[in-house]
């Protein structure tokens, strides 16, 4: 019995399921397929009609909701398990400005061709983050999502192989189930089909014209709250109705406070006094700056990968983790930035000692054309938490309470009228327990999408071979 195929796979093991992965279960009659091209993923599809079909591709699924088909003991979901890996490819049609990606296929690689293109695109900040597995939840881009709106919205051409085992080609222009099959794609994609390729339509890399950061150290939970809140004043104030610049708050375990902005080329004031305010805030709360350049970046390349070094940090044994989020449709309210301090930065941190908490600046191009099925596309302000830890380093009555923590702040959310939570595809525990899941309105972004993205489930996928999604039940 092993389960080194998982453990290669995955990015970080759910909070759901690690106990479970130390038992070691592997399935007898899963199997890992490296498919080459659409043509091996048809054939395969079309012999083996009855077996449940779990696609993964860059394994970053905080639920681990595909690559668990692999570790689940028996029972109806051993699945043919389609590791995409052999299907990493990136061309570019410069003429045209569009990139298209294999299905296998991660930002980095995306990214350094997009550079050599001299295009941008509104990408994730995770390196090896599937593009195909991003997209088809309708993944956001905190960074880049106000100009370049989100990266769903610039795909021109899918290729996507159905239950049945046809191939089909989908683009904007799709019609009839063709065209629902499209929509539905862009956020509801892992429940669909396998997507094979996806092209993209580019922008010009100048389209950022400079960004970087303020880190505050703030030391511990008391100097970060008053700092925070009046950080979310300035980023309601002075960002979020602002569409030529972004503004992402990150604040880890040790309580040092990032504060990343992005510039877009429809900025016209100057960058480094457009943030004076927020070292005035630091100032004033007696918290040290200890580094400040908000021009850092000078290419669109430099601002996309800028995480890159710091996740690749992120390790454990397993890496441990649990995703969440919250958001508003309109300016948030006072209440629900002290919402955001006093409890969505919670206690759990002093425990998962590798958390995040990002909270966003969203909307502009992401809400205009094509609107998403995707909650993700209804948040102008978005704050997820990336609950993370070791989990050789955390005892058993810590994981439980970190748990018990969160969970307790996810219904602390549910009762704050404004907010959303837990709508998103890429930022949701889709293996909580059920009385947290957010229900199909939320997660696609509106009770209509939800009804078609049903639709097109039971056309397209009426047995559930793609079941391993993660969403609410479809059918
Ligand atoms: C470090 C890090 C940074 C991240 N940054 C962002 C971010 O900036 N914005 C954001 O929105 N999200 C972000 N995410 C979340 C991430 O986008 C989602 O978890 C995404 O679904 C992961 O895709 P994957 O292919 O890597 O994962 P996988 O676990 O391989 O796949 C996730 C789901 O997509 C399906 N899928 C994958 N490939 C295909 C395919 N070719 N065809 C059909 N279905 C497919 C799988 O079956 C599964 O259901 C981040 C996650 C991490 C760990």
Known sequence: MSTDWFKDK?????VNKEAALRECKRSASSAVVYPKSAQDISELLASN???????????????????????????????????????ASVTVDKEASEITVGGGSNFRQLAEVCKEAGGALPIGTGDTVGVCGFTVNGGLSGYFGKRLGMLGQRVVNMEIVLANGSVKNLTPASKGDDGDLFYACLGAGSAMGVVTSLTFKMDAATSLSTGGSIVVACGNKASTKPFLRRALQYMKESVLSTPSCSMEIVIVSD????????????????????????????????????????????????????????????????????????????????????????????????????????????????????????????????????????????????????????????????????????????????????????????????????????????????????????FVHLL
């Open 10 to 14: 995955i990015w970080s093991i759910s």
């Open 49 to 87: 009609q009855e077996a449940a079909v779990a696609v993964v591709c860059g394994g970053h699924s905080s639920s681990n909701v595909a690559a668990w088909a692999y570790v689940e003991d028996g029972g109806e979901d051993n699945a043919i398990i389609l590791d995409m890996k052999n299907m």
């Open 255 to 470: 309580y040092t406070v990032i504060i990343n902005f992005m510039f877009y080329d429809t900025f016209t004031e100057e960058a480094s006094s457009f943030v004076q305010q927020v070292r005035d805030d630091a100032q004033a709360c007696n918290v040290p700056i200890v580094a400040d350049d908000v021009t850092s970046h000078k290419t669109w390349f430099d601002a996309a990968s800028s995480l890159w070094d710091v996740i690749a940090g992120l390790k454990g044994d397993p890496l441990v983790r649990a995703d969440h989020c919250i958001g508003t449709r309109t300016l948030p309210s006072d209440e629900v930035l002290d919402f955001v301090v006093d409890t969505w930065v919670g206690d759990y941190l002093e425990k998962a000692l590798l958390s995040l908490v990002e909270i966003r600046s969203l909307g502009g191009a992401a809400m205009e054309g094509m609107k998403l099925p995707s909650g993700n596309a209804n948040a102008i302000f978005f704050a997820d938490t990336i609950v993370c830890y070791d989990g050789s380093s955390v005892s058993p009555q810590d994981k439980s309470s970190i748990m018990q923590e969160v969970h307790q702040v996810i219904v602390d959310a549910r009762n704050q009228s404004e907010l959303m939570v837990d709508f998103s595809g890429t930022h949701s525990q889709s293996d909580d327990p059920s009385e947290l899941l957010p229900c199909g309105d939320e997660i696609f972004g509106g009770h209509d999408n939800y009804l078609t993205i049903k639709k097109v489930k039971q056309t397209f996928d009426s047995t559930n071979r793609f079941r391993f999604h993660p």
